[in-house]
């Protein structure tokens, strides 16, 4: 502080001693400003954060910013080598919570001045980066907008725990999403198969928001569901819109437009800033026994707008949920008690599709199958003995190879206001619109949410003790530098965003699986049985009160 004061003083003579000028005066205005925000952020970290050891983030952090120094530095990228972090905490006990401050920095050292990076923080009691065995917990990040990120763990485990932080996507990659890449909108596209008695043909297809072409074809127009967004197909040269018989991914072309769209700015998703490891911190901090608090406080599962900062930690292959009771339903009977005259419902994508066939193994057999086949896209099937009914309903806009016609998926919408008044009362909804929607506009993206949340709320009128979940968003893998960009994490996170604001407040309960899956190990996009395992555990101790 005396140096602190010290500069001031010496501000202070130069400013009346020498400056006479308008211009002079601006320089020292902003000499005391800077002062300023050096004392705020002394004492801030001198006394420690307000809220470091509280569960609940109840008191946010007031960012300390320079906006003279904002406006005046060019962005720089953030490097994983030379970024660090430190805890903040004297010492830690099993059931405390961890706090790490991370200090983004460029490759020349200085610190980052903005907020933006994506960060995945690990801790486990194996050194490896990615151990499946052992406790593994990840952190809830805190951006300070100001180049400064809180990380907060739960201590789950006594003894040593291994530090990992790792730089998902630098504020620059994500500034790029968010401006260059989330506002074009043809960045997926697909195959239509036109055909007749005279002939075939093949156009491309996407998604457009507010055009009209005589060029093109509306394939897909859905109001209720899509809002503004159609999908169109351009025009076949001799057969009719009326002749399409098929829709199926174009890899390649969504290779090539976002290859254009990086152009120069390929650097920001390369090895040197995707998942590198930050090493300038401590290693490893020890967790001593003692204020352990038992799971079994906690609460009932049910919908709550305000979480605990951590969902929970691993134990092996045993995940031990912070934010409400879960028990085990390894018995059949138990299962089939629960769930006996209901119809479980769930529509989304292969995120739930696992969850579909977890559940009909945990029931044991015999299932009949009802329709006309069972298909990766539509499945229906009905358990006798305890008059118990599934069905999964893949959504529309499927990005895949394999060819679909339009009336193989069902958009969630429809299947909500068609549900019949006196027989709602039996089902249990699962939702889960968001793995194939990352190279959709977030303008789309968010009106298809509001929608289908309207669409939610007037279901709810109708049917208010439905269970409704949406499985919530998670990392996945990368084979390639532009998967990571049209499939980013960042983006993953950013329409789960989208999804529980957009949810807030209806009942509906958003199961976030982030933490879960990212403490678990190696991100998949289908995550290994353990997790789908300890996913349903948690969906039957919400449904099944």
Known sequence: MAATAAVTRQATTWGNSRCRSV?????????????VVISSALLVF???????????????IQPIINLNRVLKQNLRVTSALHSTYSLTNRELHVGDTAHFIIQAKDAEGRNQVTGGDFWFPVLTTDVGAYPAKGGRTAGKVVDHKNGSYSVFFYAGWEGTAYVHVKLAASSKATKWLQQKYWPHEKRVFWE????SNIASERTLCYLLRNVTSPNLCRIDYNP????????YCEKPRILSCNDIQAVYLNPKLIDERTTQLLS????????KHFLAVVTHGPASVAISETNFVNQSKAPICKPADQRLVNDGFWLNDNWHNLQCKVRRWDDVRAVKNCLRHKHVFIHGDSNVRIWYSVLMKKMGLPWEHLGKGTTAFIMHDYLKTDDIEMSFYFHPRVVTKRKLTLKTTRYEVDVLDNIPSVSCGKYIIVLCPWGHFTQWTTE???ERTQLLKEAVVRFRERCPDVPIVIKGVHPREHGSLLGRVYASDYTIWKLGVILRNTFRGTGVFYYDVWQMNLAYGTQ???????????????FLSYVCK
């Not at 211009?23 to 002062?35: N, P, Y």
């Not at 239509?192 to 055909?195: A, K, V």
């Not at 998949?524 to 948690?538: A, C, G, K, T, Y």
Request: glycine share 4%; net charge negative; charged share 20%.
């Open 46 to 60: 001198h006394k420690g954060f307000p809220y470091q050891n509280e569960p609940f983030l109840s008191k946010p």
């Open 524 to 538: 998949n996009i289908h995550m290994p049985l353990p997790v789908i395992n300890e996913e349903i555990n948690w």
């Open 192 to 195: 239509g198969e036109f055909s």
């Open 23 to 35: 211009r002079c005066t601006s320089i020292l205005a902003q000499m005391l400003l800077f002062v």
């Open 224 to 231: 209720t569901a899509m809002g503004l967004t159609v999908f």
């Open 264 to 271: 120069d700015d390929k650097e920001l998703f390369d090895n």
């Open 444 to 446: 789309s993206y968010a």
